[in-house]
């Protein structure tokens, strides 16, 4: 009778899952989703996210043809804009734009006479 009591609580080894290839790489494509995270992938898949940012490292590293080029930011975006200034600038005016950076903001001051100046420094700095 004893014996009985000890085999029904013995515990149960929990087996390592293992998944193939192809679901991993679906996998990772989901999480390239816009507007998706790695974690609510892992969610709906009942995998650890951590096991699923492995993967994504994993195939990054060793397989060029998961990364889509679709979803890389281009490092400059021209804009067509035509200024049209009916009012003539008063040239005493100083302009100021500040740009975050992660030790010290950036931050560049400017007459309003010389704004073709700026535009041709900011198109120099964004090539």
């Known amino acids: ?19 193939s290839k192809e679901f991993k790489l679906s996998i990772v494509n989901a999480c ?5 995270s790695i974690a ?7 995998i650890n996210a951590n096991l699923v940012s492995r993967w994504i490292r994993i195939f990054s590293h060793h397989e ?10 281009p490092a400059f975006i021209a804009l067509p804009y ?3 200034i ?12 500040t740009v975050p950076h992660t030790n010290n903001d950036i931050q560049l001051k400017w007459q309003t006479s010389e704004i073709p100046a700026l535009a041709e420094l900011l198109k120099a700095l964004a090539t």
């Open 1 to 19: 009778m004893n014996m009985d009591i000890y085999s029904a609580t013995l515990p149960v080894a929990k087996k390592r899952r293992k998944y």
């Open 32 to 36: 390239k989703n816009p507007n998706t």
């Open 40 to 46: 609510s992938v892992a969610l709906q898949h009942s």
């Open 64 to 73: 060029g043809a998961v990364q889509d080029p679709t979803h890389v930011n």
């Open 82 to 84: 035509t200024a049209a």
């Open 86 to 97: 009916s009012q003539p600038i008063d040239e005493r005016i100083t302009l100021c734009i």
